[in-house]
């Protein structure tokens, strides 16, 4: 009788499970990323940009600016992330994703009457072509080409808009706030629709 009694009052004893009880340290840095922009980086949902084959310097960048608040237009979710992490593992994680291969393009649409590739690839009358600058010659601009069309067309928005102004000497916003509304939709379906670089070791 007291030895079903002691039994029953330590299965009481057990506490309830808590988070914070679960243990991480088998886990690689870039697992919890993986959540939103996959592991593979090959993110499925346009909200979360493609991270595959970036270039690890911008990931960098982009990782301490929203810790920084210097970038504000992801409604807080990557702010948030930027706290779990330990910025010691930060050049691991960009390397990580950086030496993913690159996405696969998605495949092209009607570019909605403007000549997108045109203005990409050689600009139009003041506004320069995308590719000056965004083909690997200039360490600060990513990679455009296989992103997420919507998100693409999103950060341009928020360029033009003063949503984003993470960039140096505002050197995207100067080209946004030259682009007209059927401009960002073409060259974001165009841009999605592009292979991205191999990287270049
Ligand atoms: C809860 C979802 C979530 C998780 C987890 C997450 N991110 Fe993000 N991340 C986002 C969103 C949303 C954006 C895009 C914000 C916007 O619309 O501008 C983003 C953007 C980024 C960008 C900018 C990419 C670009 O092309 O400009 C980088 C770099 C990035 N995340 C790195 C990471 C890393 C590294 C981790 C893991 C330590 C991580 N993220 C975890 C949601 C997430
Ligand atoms: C004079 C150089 C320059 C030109 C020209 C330029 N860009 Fe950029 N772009 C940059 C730099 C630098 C960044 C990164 C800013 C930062 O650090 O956040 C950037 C960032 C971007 C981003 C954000 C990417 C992401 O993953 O979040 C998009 C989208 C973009 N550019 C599209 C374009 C398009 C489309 C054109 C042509 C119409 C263009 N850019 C022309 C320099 C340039």
Redesign the pocket.
Known sequence: MSLVLSVTCGLWAVPPARADMIDTSGMEPWEVCGLCHSLDGNSRMAKF?KLAG?RAD?IE??FR?FHSGN?LNDGGQMEAITTEIDFADLPRIAAYFSALPPPPPFEEEDAAGVDAAV??REGRGE????L???DGA?P???W?EA?HAD??AK??TD?QTGE?T???DS??RA?AVQ?SADDIVA?SVF?AAQQRPERVP
């Open positions: 940009p970036q911008y960048k982009q600016d970038r203005l990409f506004i320069p072509a995308c000056s600058c965004h200039l600060a601009a990513p455009l992103q998100y693409v950060q341009l360029f984003r993470n960039d140096a050197i995207m080209v682009l060259l841009i």
